[in-house]
Every structure is written in C-alpha cells, then in structure tokens.
C-alpha cells in the first residue's frame, strides 16, 4: 500500500467522476458573490482536498457497494439520474447511499450523494454557512 499512490488515484476519480467544483459553489453559497477570483479558487482546491481527505479514509472500511435503482431526475435545466445503493463496511450498519448524477458540458459528474437521507452538499452548505 503507498499512501501517495493511493491519493492520487483518488483524486483522479474525484477529478473525472465528481463535479467538485460545481459542489464548491453550491456550498459557497452566498458568500461566493463577496468571494475575489483569487479567494474562490483557493477555496475550491480547499475544498478538493477535503472530499480527497474524505474519500481516500472512508474507502478503506468499505467491504462492497451494490447498486439498487436508477431513477430519472431533474435538476433546474439539467437532466440527470439519481442512483441508489447500498454499501456494506466492514464494521457497522451499511449505508445508503443515492448518488445524485447530472449531465454537465464535460459529461456525467456527480453533483451530491445523499447518505442514509442526508444531502452531503446541502449538509455542507450548512457547516461553511454556520
């Protein structure tokens, strides 16, 4: 195992698969309009490494993720889908997990996941707003 590898092998799904920064300004919230170019880039590279820092930990008590459902949404103009499933650890109840999936210029990128109910982006939101 090479804890570097690893994080860069993370940081490439969460760079390919996730629309980070697209997540970043949602979380910004209204602080994203008093923000400088200078200040909101420096945030959204913060906010990487947070989700890096984030994945790269949890992943390690993952036992499995088995998908469930696909459903179609819509988010404002854009098409998307919402994909249930299931992740066994490997101590602990599993989770719930729907991934909240939209189509972007630069193709499918997940926007949220909502965790056993819970929006990780809005409960983001939350935390950077309090």
């Not at 860069?8 to 170019?37: M, N, P, Y």
């Not at 490997?90 to 929006?119: C, H, K």
Request: hydrophobic share 40%.
């Amino acid at each position: 195992m090479d804890p570097e590898r690893d994080r860069s092998f993370f940081r490439q799904i969460l760079r390919e698969f996730f629309d980070a920064e697209a997540i970043g300004q949602f979380v910004l919230g209204r602080f994203l309009s008093q923000a400088t170019l200078q200040e909101i880039r420096e945030y959204l590279e913060l906010f990487e490494n947070q989700y890096l820092h984030l994945f790269y930990f949890t992943s390690y008590r993952l036992k499995s993720l088995t998908i469930q459902s696909v459903q179609k949404i819509k988010d404002g103009d854009r098409a998307g889908w919402l994909v249930g499933s299931q992740i066994s650890r490997f101590q602990g109840a599993p989770l719930t997990v729907g991934w909240v999936v939209l189509q972007t210029s630069e193709g499918l990128r997940i926007f949220d996941m909502q965790i056993n109910g819970y929006s990780f982006k809005i409960q983001q939101r939350e935390d950077y707003g309090a």
